[in-house]
């Protein structure tokens, strides 16, 4: 296994298995990246992949559940290094499999967020750049809305990023106390509405009513619909018909550690 060096703020050492893939150390797990395309409706290739960590212990090969993962960090500065390091891996098992313009989602942890001085967020991509190139407009940064409280600290983040020259996309919105107030203070690129939603719209009246028109509100804020979590063509020619722009779920394709068309 080859070592590659990162930039002063990572983690010191990630690995290159045979192939190409790049994989991470934490303590005795190994980290790695897998993908989800998402598609633009009425699209055959994906417009766009979300990248998601995975782990086993070097020491038995058991895979470790992601609630354990993200649960480990003893102190800020664990969860720090390990947010950073999931994106790191991300950024570079991506880069070596795509050729054209798709698109990378990121998953970003809120505490992690919430850790960081106001106007720092994206300073870790910025350092980055000097070592991995990568094109901000390619990057769309997922944000769990309903994890981070103040709307103030909220849009700041928003904002920071933004200004970087990175996508922001609101994940879950729909689920527990998501609400359109918050959405018009932060002008989001991309919303990915909570599979919770489209349930309910296809077994409720009432919801299935509501439904389009949700996502009618979220089109005129100037933001784009991912419909996620589908996995019958039911369930995918409700979110069509309601004028959804990007499909995901397992329908299609379930994560795998190759950019999947």
Known sequence: MATWCT???TPPLVGTRAGGEVVAHHGAWVLYSVFQPIYAAGHAQPAAFEALIRAHDMHTGREVPLSELFHRPAN?????LLDRLCRLLHVLNFQRQSHDDTLLYLNLDAGYLQSLRPGLHGQFFSALQAEVPHDPAKIILEITETEIESRDVLAGIVDSFKQRGFRVAIDDFGARHSNFDRLWGLTPDIVKIDRELLLQAEINPRAGKI???LIDIIHDLAAQVVCEGIETPAQQALAVRCQAD???????ARPDRTLQS
């Open 211 to 213: 439904f389009p028109k």
């Open 76 to 80: 800020r500065d664990d969860g720090v």
């Open 246 to 252: 990007f499909l995901q779920g397992y329908l299609f």
């Open 7 to 9: 930039p002063q703020q």
